[in-house]
């Protein structure tokens, strides 16, 4: 079982960017592919970016794409997402999740642990 905790979530005006940490901890995050998602309020959890377990393969949704760059290091057990030319629509609360297979996957459901989530808000 591994444990995930998210880290560098917060205020940021727009059009600046942030960078989102995913810290493993109980088993080696090298064995689980890994994904993003984000959660705001009164809307369903949606996908954000992924990323396989060798660091390969990597799937966005089209409204982050040329903005967001989600990249791993196995050796540190982390993966982060960095996020550019951030937008009020992005603001939610992001969420790094790990699923036991090499791919990663866009669907929640596919996804075995979670973390607690960051919040990251957007102003205009």
């Known amino acids: 079982q591994v444990q995930l905790v998210e880290s560098g979530g917060g205020l940021v005006q727009a059009g600046r960017s942030l960078r989102l940490s995913c810290a493993a901890s109980?088993?080696?995050?090298?064995?689980?592919?890994t994904g993003w998602f984000r959660q705001a309020p009164g809307n369903e959890r949606e996908f954000v970016a992924a990323?396989?377990?060798?660091?390969?393969?990597?799937y966005y949704t089209d409204s982050v794409k040329g903005r967001f760059t989600i990249s791993r290091d196995n050796t540190k057990n982390t993966v982060w997402l960095q996020m550019s030319s951030l937008k009020p629509e992005d603001t939610a609360v992001y969420y790094c999740?790990?699923?036991?297979?090499?791919?990663?996957?866009?669907?929640?459901?596919?996804?075995?642990?979670w973390g607690q989530g960051t919040q990251v808000t957007v102003s205009s």
């Open positions: 109980g088993r080696t995050l090298s064995s689980y592919a």
């Open positions: 990323i396989s377990k060798n660091g390969f393969s990597t």
């Open positions: 999740a790990a699923r036991r297979f090499i791919t990663p996957s866009r669907t929640k459901a596919e996804y075995d642990y």
